[in-house]
T-cell receptor
Framework: AQKITQTQPGMFVQEKEAVTLDCTYDTSDPSYGLFWYKQPSSGEMIFLIYQGSYDQQNATEGRYSLNFQKARKSANLVISASQLGDSAMYFCAMREDFTGNQFYFGTGTSLTVIP | EAGVVQSPRYKIIEKKQPVAFWCNPISGHNTLYWYRQNLGQGPELLIRYENEEAVDDSQLPKDRFSAERLKGVDSTLKIQPAELGDSAVYLC?????????????FGQGTRLTVV
């Protein structure tokens, strides 16, 4: 079974609007971490935000916030006030204690910001 | 502070030829990862090092792939002989340690094309 599922291959958003990128995960480990990375066309993966399984509050980093719903096993990324530079691939990833803390990545969502 | 440096950025080789990729992680980062990213997919782990020890190489195709991390700093990933299916982007990443909440920093990757 896939550990990380991203069901939106491509998304479009108007500049200055907010957008939500979906991510669901699968683990039986009570201790895990969830990450979002941005991959622009240059190829480098850029870390955006982290959420720990025991964190009580949703993580926020500037315009990025993570909508963490533990019971649903979802960790959606919300980007507020979209900018043209936000156009990129976005990957959700998970680390879990069971598997030695390697990163499992989803298939990604391509976000295009429209002027 | 310099990020993760990879070379070359691009490589085109004929099948059955050998190829090597080099990675210089962020100074002080003990954990180093090699990932392979196929077109339209998320990165998949090939090997993970803690200092100079390969602690997870279960997904490395050992019949043709090899890796080393001498002195626990730079790392080299080799393919010999290359096959058409090896065409992908090879990403190197490093993190301070293998902790659950520690993000990984990625290089820009080496895009390999096998013809």
């Amino acid at each position: 079974a896939q550990k990380i599922t991203q069901t939106q291959p491509g998304m479009f958003v108007q500049e200055k609007e907010a957008v939500t990128l979906d991510c669901t995960y699968d683990t039986s480990d009570p201790s895990y971490g969830l990450f979002w990375y941005k991959q622009p066309s240059s190829g480098e993966m850029i870390f955006l935000i982290y959420q720990g399984s025991y964190d009580q509050q949703n993580a926020t980093e500037g315009r990025y916030s993570l909508n963490f719903q533990k019971a649903r096993k979802s960790a959606n990324l919300v980007i507020s006030a979209s900018q043209l530079g936000d156009s990129a691939m976005y990957f959700c990833a998970m680390r879990e204690d069971f598997t030695g803390n390697q990163f499992y990545f989803g298939t990604g969502t391509s976000l295009t910001v429209i002027p | 502070e310099a990020g993760v440096v990879q070379s070359p950025r691009y490589k085109i080789i004929e099948k059955k030829q050998p190829v090597a990729f080099w990675c210089n992680p962020i100074s002080g980062h003990n954990t180093l990862y090699w990932y392979r990213q196929n077109l339209g997919q998320g990165p998949e782990l090939l090997i993970r090092y803690e200092n100079e020890e390969a602690v997870d190489d279960s997904q490395l195709p050992k019949d043709r792939f090899s890796a080393e991390r001498l002195k626990g700093v730079d790392s080299t990933l080799k393919i010999q002989p290359a096959e058409l299916g090896d065409s992908a982007v090879y990403l190197c990443a490093s993190s301070l340690d293998g902790g659950l909440n520690t993000e990984a920093f990625f290089g820009q990757g080496t895009r390999l094309t096998v013809v």
